[in-house]
Structure formats: structure tokens, C-alpha cells
């Protein structure tokens, strides 16, 4: 069955780094993008990054543009995302999906993995 499976998430100290993985395995084709979303205690769903798989466009929520980055090694089936210049506000748990495309509706998510940034 398909699975998104997350890790990478802790605690860091406001302006640290982590790198978040999500091994992606059971799909039977490729899914049209995959990228992270994030929900914090109390706050809304934010759409985090996403990558399409036709063209490799990226997308960014403005919150974490020029701090994050996504990237995707396909033959090991995961994508990444890299948080840099971390801050309280990016304390949430993250998840990893597929979407039928970035900026459209998601097919499957993972369980989430927990990231805190606080000193």
C-alpha cells in the first residue's frame, strides 16, 4: 500500500537547521507533485513546499521562501526538505504528500514528523 513516511523532525534552537526526509514507497505511478505541509497547535493548515513532478518547479509559502528547500532524489523515492534560519513560528508537525499538483488537492499524506524550534 502507499506509504509516506516521515523523519528528521526535533528540537533546534532558533536560527539552527534540520533537514526533513520523506521515503515515499507503494505508489504504482509517479504522483503529479509531493511536497510538505505544516500544522501548528491552534493555527490553520500551511502549505509548506512543493515540487511537480513533470517540470520540477518548486513552490514556496512566502512565510519560508529563501529559507527552505525541497529537493528530490528519485531513485531513492524521497524528497527533502531543507529548513535553515529556523524560527519559532516554524514550530508545527510537518507532513509530506502527494498532490494531483502543486497548489491543488492532496492524494495521500504521512503521519508527520514533530519539529520545535525554541531555545
Known amino acids: 500500500q502507499v506509504q509516506l513516511v516521515e523523519s528528521g523532525g526535533g528540537l533546534v534552537q532558533p536560527g539552527g537547521s534540520l533537514r526533513l526526509s520523506c521515503a515515499a514507497s507503494g505508489f504504482t505511478k509517479d504522483y503529479d507533485a509531493i511536497g510538505w505541509f505544516r500544522q501548528a497547535p491552534g493555527k490553520d493548515r500551511e502549505e509548506v513546499s512543493c515540487v511537480s513532478s513533470s517540470d520540477g518547479n518548486t513552490y514556496y509559502a512566502h512565510s519560508v521562501k529563501g529559507r527552505f528547500t525541497i529537493s528530490r532524489d528519485n531513485a531513492k523515492n524521497t524528497v527533502y526538505l531543507q529548513m535553515n534560519g529556523l524560527k519559532p513560528e516554524d514550530t508545527a508537525i510537518y507532513y509530506c504528500?502527494?498532490?494531483?499538483?502543486?497548489?491543488?488537492?492532496?492524494?495521500?499524506w504521512g503521519k508527520g514528523t514533530l519539529v520545535i524550534v525554541s531555545s
Open positions: 504528500a502527494t498532490y494531483v499538483g502543486c497548489g491543488y488537492g492532496m492524494d495521500y
